[in-house]
């Protein structure tokens, strides 16, 4: 597609519910980023993927926490049990490769996840 | 964690005024890359400038690099209203993998 693209744009569950928020990046792109972004904080990086595998998923807060590029493309972030904490803007972002000095890095508009 | 810090954490400027806005950050670096973001979605990518790079322009945005200060500056020219909104400086090191700094919320007003 044009752009990264992620849905849903929102999301509200109960605490203790099971979330998946899904990425779709920019054709083409082989690495893929997940961020998470608290009310009035810089994106937090969370993990990320060269193809189908996790690079480096230093970022992920506790093993509630995990995410999968079956096919190289399309990834989807899960959450167990969801608490009141996790609530944030989860961000995914892609480029074209991982390494280089000048490779740069596009963003989706993010799906909010309220925990209630 | 936040890599490196943005100053000032507000900027409240006139419209055709110009506004600077510095981030600085802790360890070495491959690029160092600021990104806009309007009401908390959407990071737009503005600009890039690579370590070996002292200066880059595009636009209205000028960007200066000092790695010895490991400190970048973010210069908007002439600013319009629709500037408003928070900027992030980020830093990649060697997987690319981008650290955010803790933004600057820029206000223009008419």
């Known amino acids: 597609g044009a752009g990264v693209s992620q849905t849903p744009s929102n999301k509200v569950t109960e605490k203790g519910k099971y979330v998946e928020l899904r990425c779709d990046p920019i054709s083409g792109h082989t690495a893929l980023y997940w961020y998470r972004q608290s009310l009035g904080q810089g994106p937090e990086f969370l993990i990320y993927f060269q193809g189908t595998g996790a690079a480096d998923d230093s970022g992920l807060p506790n093993d509630r926490f995990f995410a999968v590029r079956p096919e190289g493309s399309v990834s989807t972030l899960k959450i167990q049990r969801t608490e009141r904490g996790d609530s944030a803007v989860y961000l995914c972002a892609s480029s074209l490769t991982p390494r280089g000095t000048g490779n740069t890095i596009y963003f989706g508009e993010g799906s909010w996840l309220t925990v209630v | 964690s936040q890599q490196g810090e943005e100053d000032p954490q507000a900027l409240s400027i006139q419209e055709g005024e110009n506004a600077t806005m510095n981030c600085s950050y802790k360890t070495s670096i491959n690029n160092l890359q600021w990104y806009r973001q309007n009401s908390g979605r959407g990071l737009v990518h503005l600009i890039l400038i690579r370590s070996n790079e002292r200066e880059k322009h595009s636009g209205r945005l000028r960007v200066t690099l000092d790695t010895s200060k490991k400190s970048s500056s973010l210069l908007i020219t002439a600013s319009r209203a629709a500037d408003t909104a928070s900027y992030f400086c980020?830093?990649?090191?060697?997987?690319?993998?981008?650290?955010f700094g803790t933004g600057t919320q820029l206000k223009v007003e008419l």
């Open positions: 980020a830093t990649a090191g060697g997987g690319n993998k981008l650290t």
